[in-house]
């Protein structure tokens, strides 16, 4: 399902586009992931589809690692290489990605993306809506806000505000 409708009946991955997304009850659909980076536009998407019963469903990659000992909500997806390990909270509609680390009693809020090859050291927070740019790093017990940017590379050694936008080793605040 997609909303581009240059996209309507092509095949993407070898997988048909049958539509618009609002068209998902007219096929037999089992479940529902928003296939899209950008947080928000997901958001709003899993919302408005879950709120017409849509079931948002939880995909994880055969070659990801997660711990009996987690706790993910729906509508995950934690692409292959990723490592959620015990105790770690994920949050609905949220994006592990290829070769991302959740360490122990990590907490992530919904539609959040954790970027390839982030590590997030044990007890850190991620805020609703946060990305967390590719090869970022997160040192233990830190905290970032709700709908938060943190640079790819960036090294976060301290907490960070909602709405912040940070980058750099260590990471400092540009917005």
């Given at each position: 399902m997609d909303d581009n409708p240059s996209l309507s009946g092509r095949s993407i991955m070898g997988l048909p586009v049958l539509g618009p997304i609002?068209?998902?009850?007219?096929h037999n659909i089992d479940g529902l992931i928003p296939a899209i980076g950008a947080n928000r536009a997901r958001r709003d998407?899993?919302?408005?589809e879950t709120s017409r019963n849509a079931k948002a469903i939880t995909i994880v990659h055969p070659r990801a690692t997660v711990s009996t000992w987690a706790e993910l909500k729906a509508g995950i997806v934690a692409f292959a290489g990723a490592i959620v390990n015990a105790y770690a909270k994920i949050g609905q509609n949220v994006i592990i990605n290829t070769g991302a680390i959740v360490e122990h009693d990590c907490e992530i809020g919904d539609h959040a993306h954790?970027?390839?090859?982030?590590?997030?050291g044990g007890e850190v927070k991620i805020g609703e809506g946060s990305l967390l740019g590719?090869?970022?790093?997160?040192?233990?017990?830190?905290?970032?806000?709700?709908?938060?940017v943190i640079g790819a590379g960036a090294?976060?050694?301290e907490d960070v505000a909602d709405?912040?936008?940070v980058v750099g080793v260590p990471a400092r605040r540009v917005r």
């Open positions: 609002s068209a998902w009850r007219d998407i899993m919302q408005r954790v970027a390839p090859g982030c590590y997030l590719l090869g970022s790093r997160v040192l233990p017990g830190v905290s970032i806000g709700n709908w938060c090294v976060v050694t709405h912040a936008t």
